[in-house]
């Protein structure tokens, strides 16, 4: 019970305020949110416009802001990816939310309990699902090549360089992730990208 109670994050601190957070949103916006994460974790979407849902909100009058969104998009993707997990059913993903809080609205509990009996059978295998419970989604990968032309800690300059920008995309956000290579380091770096290629034409 324990593993379960920690699958579901419902022993972390902000669990209880995850959960009123919840309760505040409007049935049909809170049915829609659940669809986006079941849909991310069809590998259909690469998340949750987090910041679209945010708007919305704001437009019918309930306060939550951009990170208190992100945080309810993860507990909720968390609550269906163990339910998956542990191939939980409807009811026994209710009746194991039920309990872990008393400010669980009906409304709220009524949507997961639908979204779950008509699309959780979607995510078919428990392997699927631990899988997925540590792995985004790659929607980008650009790169430009550039010149290091001045630097307080770089002796050697002029020497190009490579930018990497990564999107990565989780339920509840897509994340940008920068970093630099040599030339030699992205020549590597290309390299097993043509080797993952090759082997993947094998498959």
């Known amino acids: 019970m324990a593993a379960l109670e920690l699958q579901l994050g419902t022993s972390s601190p902000g669990f209880e305020k995850t959960v009123e957070s919840i309760s ?18 069809q590998c259909k979407v690469p998340g949750v416009n987090a910041i679209k849902l ?15 969104i992100k945080q309810l998009a993860h507990a909720v993707s968390l609550f269906f990816r163990s339910a998956a997990q ?17 400010s669980w609205s009906k409304q709220a509990l009524q949507v997961i309990h639908h979204v779950w009996s008509e699309q959780g059978k979607l995510i078919t295998t428990p392997e699927d699902a631990k899988n997925m419970l540590t792995m985004g989604q790659l ?11 001045s630097s307080d800690s770089c002796r050697s300059l002029n020497h190009p360089y490579v930018t990497m ?36 034409e094998t498959v």
């Open 165 to 200: 920008t990564l999107k990565v995309a989780d339920s509840s956000d897509v994340i940008s992730r920068s970093f630099e290579m040599t030339i030699p380091q992205f020549q590597n770096f290309s390299k097993q990208f043509r080797e993952m290629a090759s082997v993947l």
């Open 54 to 68: 945010c708007e919305r909100l704001q437009t019918t009058g309930v306060s939550l802001d951009l990170e208190a």
């Open 24 to 41: 505040k949103l409007p049935q049909d916006l809170f049915a829609e949110l659940c669809q986006q994460i079941m849909l991310h974790l």
């Open 86 to 102: 542990n191939s939980m059913s409807a009811e026994e993903l209710i009746a194991k939310l039920a309990e872990s809080s008393n």
């Open 139 to 149: 929607v980008d990968l650009q790169w430009k090549l550039g010149m290091a032309m």
